[in-house]
């Protein structure tokens, strides 16, 4: 849908591709699993909030960044993936221009907000494991939550710089995005003037954004994998390592074909658009699912609390019967 305007046309919606290549007979099976990924997100997610939330156990500078983190992952999902499914489902692939925008500022910023969430994560486990006597002189609920307050804030401007850098060239015809939601590197393409600077311009925050905390993790996880190794006996060293290498393995998934794309958006090396989605999807999603497991559901507090939770459920339908 275009509207005339002196000799060109102002695009009013996107057409959001999905997986451009992927035949009819498939899109049922592609949507079941993004449903079912979104349910598992919504709940997973929303259980570590809520427990956190309500539980005064939990409220503990560790897990205030993992609630923010759950939050940070549950908004994502909840802006995206509704509209992809419907196209699968419904045929319903357009999206206004507006909350195209809308969405594109939603993806960069919450994007960002993971990359600094999980830097205070691995600095904060830095200083449990490498300076336990001095954690909580170090680290407080306060600390943390103006922290968190301040990546929000740092995370929206990024958002905004991003979507203004999108928002301010002109579209005047191309409106097939070729991707499961709007983001920059689908939409600025579809601009009918030269976008080479705006392109190198958003190369460069991005790499700012999500190299700076990737080496502040790196550095984190190498530390407390030598003081751990140094100290503690060989089963503590053993469990130690296979925590470490767990998250690594997480946040490895995030960092790793992020980094990967944005480099090949800047050189002339083309992949299948198919595999380019997949690969955006695999980064994207997969995290969103593994976050509440590994970093929350497998600490022994929670544990704790979910059987708890899960015992008294029980007893009250024993009851009831």
């Not at 205070?120 to 407080?140: F, G, N, T």
């Not at 190794?229 to 998934?253: D, M, P, R």
């Amino acid at each position: 849908m275009t509207i005339s305007m002196s000799n060109q046309t102002a695009v009013t919606e996107f057409i959001l591709l999905g997986f451009p290549g992927l035949q009819s007979n498939f899109f049922l099976p592609v949507s079941l699993t993004m449903f079912v990924a979104y349910i598992v997100s919504l709940i997973a997610n929303s259980t570590v909030i809520i427990l956190i939330i309500l539980r005064e156990q939990l409220h503990h500078p560790m897990y205030i960044i993992i609630a923010n983190l759950a939050l940070s992952d549950l908004l994502f999902d909840t802006i995206t993936l509704p509209k992809i499914i419907s196209k699968y489902w419904f045929g319903a692939g357009s999206i206004s221009f507006n909350w195209c925008f809308f969405q594109l500022f939603c993806v960069h910023s919450l994007g960002s907000l993971d990359s600094f969430i999980i830097m205070l994560m691995a600095v904060d486990r830095y200083v449990a494991i490498c300076k336990p006597l001095r954690y909580h002189s170090i680290i407080s609920n306060r600390l943390v939550t103006l922290l968190c307050y301040i990546v929000w804030l740092f995370a929206v401007l990024i958002g905004l710089a991003i979507t203004l850098n999108a928002g301010l060239i002109p579209y005047c015809g191309p409106n097939r995005a070729k991707n499961c939601f709007c983001s920059n590197a689908t939409v600025i393409v579809l601009s009918c003037v030269d976008v080479s600077l705006e392109r190198r311009k958003i190369f460069i925050i991005a790499m700012c954004v999500h190299l700076f905390p990737l080496t502040v993790i790196i550095l984190s996880y190498i530390l407390i994998i030598r003081v751990v190794h140094l100290s503690a006996n060989n089963e503590t060293w053993q469990k130690a390592f296979y925590t470490c290498t767990t998250h690594l393995f997480v946040i490895g998934l995030y960092f790793i074909p992020r980094l990967f794309l944005y480099s090949t958006n800047q050189i002339p090396l083309f992949l299948d658009v198919d595999i380019n989605v997949f690969i955006l999807c695999l980064y994207t999603f997969i995290p969103h699912l593994a976050n509440p497991i590994i970093f929350c559901l497998r600490t022994k507090e929670i544990r704790n609390i979910l059987v708890q939770m899960f015992k008294r459920i029980c007893l009250r339908c024993e009851h009831r019967s």
